[in-house]
T-cell receptor, first 112, second 117 residues
Framework: SQQGEEDPQALSIQEGENATMNCSYK?????LQWYRQNSGRGLVHLIL?????REKHSGRLRVTLDTSKKSSSLLITASRAADTASYFC????????????FGKGTKLTVNP | GAVVSQHPSWVICKSGTSVKIECRSL??????MFWYRQFPKQSLMLMAT?????????EQGVEKDKFLINHASLTLSTLTVTSAHPEDSSFYIC?????????????FGPGTRLTVL
């Protein structure tokens, strides 16, 4: 079952602008991971944030995690046309099963 | 990062036939692999957990007799869609975690697109 909800479902911005995507989940987690998927392709891992972390950076990506609100956000700064893709959050629930539960995803379009 | 491959990348088959999809961890050993299914414009849904040397664990609503999983070695898991029907047409993706890494990152294969005519 999906436990994550992402918003917005779709986001269209101009190159150079920042893009923010949000993810909410329902259960206690070990970590939350963000993935990118180009149309019809596999998933590329972007960043992982553990439940005891609040913020993480990787290049133009910034992820925050608020476990009290059970939510996370992914910020892509200075977006590029090549960032056009679908972005998914996935949570690994507590318990050690390693299973990931995916959100519905945000389709990001960056217009040149 | 670690590399996971899938074969084939796409397959078209007739209704009623069986199709086998392979998932390999190329540079690491994985005792556990995961199989997901993704319908067009939707998210990934976990189908089952493939356990090396033991039976797979299926998610609720997934028919274990229809989606046969075999994890015979530490680098290979196979998913066989038996008696495929058009509604089984989907994008099937596997993943695994590299035990050599301290992070909990899951690495995904490139996916297999199945079309059942």
């Amino acid at each position: 079952s999906q436990q994550g909800e992402e918003d917005p479902q779709a986001l269209s911005i101009q190159e150079g602008e920042n893009a923010t995507m949000n993810c909410s989940y329902k259960t206690s987690i070990n970590n939350l991971q963000w993935y990118r998927q180009n149309s019809g392709r596999g998933l590329v891992h972007l960043i992982l944030i553990r439940s005891n972390e609040r913020e993480k950076h990787s290049g133009r990506l910034r992820v925050t995690l608020d476990t009290s609100k059970k939510s996370s956000s992914l910020l892509i700064t200075a977006s590029r046309a090549a960032d056009t893709a679908s972005y998914f959050c996935a949570t690994e629930t507590q318990g050690g099963s390693e299973k990931l539960v995916f959100g519905k995803g945000t389709k990001l379009t960056v217009n040149p | 990062g670690a590399v996971v491959s899938q074969h084939p990348s796409w397959v078209i088959c007739k209704s009623g036939t069986s199709v086998k999809i392979e998932c390999r961890s190329l540079d690491f050993q994985a005792t556990t692999m995961f199989w997901y299914r993704q319908f067009p414009k939707q998210s990934l849904m976990l189908m089952a957990t493939s356990n090396e040397g033991s039976k797979a664990t299926y998610e609720q609503g997934v028919e274990k007799d229809k989606f046969l999983i075999n994890h015979a070695s530490l680098t290979l898991s196979t998913l066989t869609v038996t008696s495929a029907h058009p509604e089984d047409s989907s994008f099937y993706i596997c993943s695994a975690r590299d035990p050599r890494q301290s992070t909990d990152t899951q690495y995904f294969g490139p996916g297999t697109r199945l079309t059942v005519l």
